[in-house]
């Protein structure tokens, strides 16, 4: 049955006016700037260089982004302008980490600088860096940061072609992968061989974190003292990340086999506290009969009982250095020195 008697074609129904897109449900940059009364570059402009808006106006653009919680697109901004603001940092680890001091100084300098710091933990597993690095690298970020020089071949090749500015820390190398700030390993267990020789010590070991850069320590550790005692220095490897309970196991095997001991450089503080709880629970008089170095020194170093002789490592200055490196590179500036060592200071406590 024919409902038009008319014979004209019908109307078309009007189409639903676009609605605009909004990534998670938030208002847009155009709704603001309608909202506001003012375009999309002043609303840009007060978010990014205030200075450039007049008082009036900003006060209205920051009145409004506070009613409607307006947050700024960072991903499509960067797409836009070719530039990140964020920086990625690797770390083997956080949880009571030597690596804290490092990582938040460099929160705290690249934000006055205008970038934010994202933090991956890759472990002590090259596979896990490895991987962590293609995603990283994926995201093309303003600059990374490393934690050490011990990168695969595939992933040292897929960082110098990256074209980001890299900032490898916590180590040194002859061949960085670009920018470096760091410390010698072997020096910091050399050192605490001829101290603990120096303090009396004939029969001495080492109790490590089973990490490359803790090696490296222990190493050159045990090789010092030999050269100073002529006798081989036993060597206990322990899982990384170490906890104290780690340290007091490798003690009891220790003592057990090498009753003799009398001084032991434990390759992170967390070991050291698990030696001197185990000393005490044997009855064993720190220094008097056993002497305990650590590395780190860790926030609880000093209140440890007795307190904790170590090798301190300078984070702050690692982590602002790196920062600075990053900063200037990533803005065209020169970069005055590409590789840096920072040192280190051995903390002389009571437990040496």
């Not at 208002?27 to 402009?45: D, F, P």
């Not at 095997?253 to 009753?259: I, V």
């Amino acid at each position: 049955m024919n409902n038009n008697p008319t014979g004209k074609a019908p109307a078309a129904e009007p189409m639903p006016a676009k609605r605009a897109r909004r990534g998670s449900g938030g208002i847009t940059l155009r709704e603001l700037a309608q909202m506001v009364g003012v375009t999309k570059v002043t609303i840009s402009r007060a978010l990014n260089t205030p200075e450039r808006v007049s008082p009036e106006t900003l006060q209205k653009i920051q009145e409004a982004v506070r009613q409607t919680g307006y947050v700024p697109n960072l991903v499509a901004g960067s797409l836009a302008s070719n530039r990140s603001r964020l920086v990625m940092a690797l770390v083997p680890s956080l949880a009571g980490s030597v690596f804290q001091e490092t990582t938040e100084a460099m929160t705290t300098a690249l934000a006055e600088a205008g970038y934010q710091l994202l933090i991956g933990q890759s472990g002590y597993d090259k596979a896990r860096e490895d991987a962590l690095i293609d995603a990283v690298i994926g995201r093309r970020p303003a600059g990374i940061v490393l934690t050490g020089v011990m990168h695969s071949p595939v992933s040292r090749e897929r960082l110098r072609g990256a074209g980001v500015p890299v900032v490898e820390t916590w180590d040194l190398t002859d061949t960085p992968v670009d920018m470096l700030v760091g410390f010698s390993h072997a020096a910091v267990g050399q050192e605490a061989a001829r101290y603990l020789h120096a303090r009396g010590a004939r029969h001495a070991a080492a109790i490590t974190p089973g990490d490359a850069r803790a090696l490296v320590r222990s190493a050159a550790f045990g090789k010092a003292m030999q050269a100073l005692c002529s006798r081989p220095v036993p060597v206990y490897p322990m899982p990384s990340p170490t906890h104290l309970g780690n340290g007091r196991e490798a003690l009891a095997l220790l003592l057990r086999e090498h009753p003799e001991t009398d001084a032991v450089f434990c390759g992170a503080d967390s070991l050291a506290l698990g030696a001197l709880i185990e000393a005490r629970a044997r009855g064993l008089a720190v220094p008097g009969q056993l002497k305990v170095l650590g590395y780190g020194d860790q926030n609880f170093a000093r209140h440890t009982d007795p307190p904790l002789s170590t090798m301190r490592i300078d984070g702050t200055q690692i982590g602002k250095l790196a920062a600075r490196m990053l900063v200037d590179r990533i803005e065209g500036r020169a970069v005055a020195q590409k590789s840096v060592d920072v040192g280190f200071e051995l903390v002389e406590r009571d437990s040496t």
